[in-house]
């Protein structure tokens, strides 16, 4: 791997995270702001790919592999929540919008 | 330098820039189905092969396919769509599928990265013997979290469904 090549891919990592970050703080639907937390994830096991062929050890796909069981269990326990909330009479969540249900859960 | 790479990294910051700018949920889905098929290529330019595979098969394909569920289910507005919402990630994907097809027909070096970057591509052999030999003890951990995710999600979507009536079953839960 050409020095090149290692930067081109640490800043792929990072641009993908900081859009990820940037779309959470902005997107305001619960739906989006889980599929940041996704991008971001995905940018951070991207880097520890990068890190593993770097330096020619399969270190780094371990780690992606303990990254890829994280997000599947926070995608799951998030998409039931989003799904209980958004079944919830009590709680009329418009578009699954994050402020309103700051606003109307208090 | 690796052209695939570079296009790869390409298509990817595209396609996720789309996916924050998209108003409907499954036109996000779309394009992060694609920026997680260019993620795929990259890591293969890479040399990382497994985890390539990793993540077509889980994230693209289990964990992204969670995702269509839940906005269907949800099913407001966001669910309906249209012809035009196919055209930008397809261009994306096309452009990833012209690239696999230069990998595959006309340098096949580039794919696996070994060949031109003088290091040889780490085997899925090696991963699952750190996996499962240096670091048994994280995947055991691992293992606990997906159990208690499962019961979590269960227990969290049992609750939002009507509720069953506890003198009917004896009162299991």
């Given at each position: 791997m050409s020095a090149l090549d290692l930067e081109i891919a640490l800043a792929l990592a990072g641009i993908l995270f900081v859009i990820g970050l940037a779309g959470m703080i902005a997107r305001r639907n619960l739906v989006f702001m889980l599929l940041c937390a996704e991008i971001m994830l995905n940018a951070a096991g991207f880097a520890f790919i990068v890190a593993g062929a770097r330096w020619g050890r399969p270190e780094g796909q371990a780690m992606f592999i303990f990254l890829l069981a994280t997000a599947a269990a926070e995608v799951a326990v998030g998409l039931a929540l989003i799904l209980a909330l958004s079944a919830?009479?009590?709680?009329?969540?418009k578009d699954l919008d994050a402020d309103e249900m700051r606003s109307g859960g208090a | 330098m690796n052209a695939m790479l570079a296009v790869a990294a390409l298509v990817a910051v595209a396609s996720t820039l789309a996916v924050v700018a998209q108003r409907r949920a499954v036109h996000a889905l779309l394009y992060l189905i694609v920026s997680f098929f260019a993620l795929a290529v990259a890591m293969l330019a890479l040399g990382a092969a497994f985890a390539a595979a990793l993540e077509v098969v889980?994230?693209?394909?289990?964990i992204l396919v969670l995702f269509v569920f839940v906005v269907m289910m949800i099913g407001?507005?966001?669910?309906a769509t249209g012809a035009k919402g196919w055209i930008g990630p397809s261009i994306l994907a096309l452009a990833l599928l012209g690239e696999l097809g230069y990998a595959l027909?006309?340098?096949?070096?580039?794919?696996?990265?070994?060949?031109?970057?003088g290091q040889s591509a780490t085997s899925p052999k090696d991963v699952g013997l750190a996996l499962l030999g240096t670091y048994a003890i994280g995947a055991e951990i691992a293992a606990f979290l997906l159990l208690s995710g499962l019961v979590g999600a269960f227990r969290i979507a049992r609750r939002s469904?009507?509720?069953?009536?506890?003198?009917a079953d004896g009162g299991e839960a």
């Open positions: 919830s009479p009590s709680l009329r969540l | 889980v994230y693209a394909g289990a407001s507005k966001s669910s027909l006309l340098d096949p070096s580039g794919l696996g990265g070994a060949a031109g970057t469904g009507p509720r069953p009536d506890p003198s």
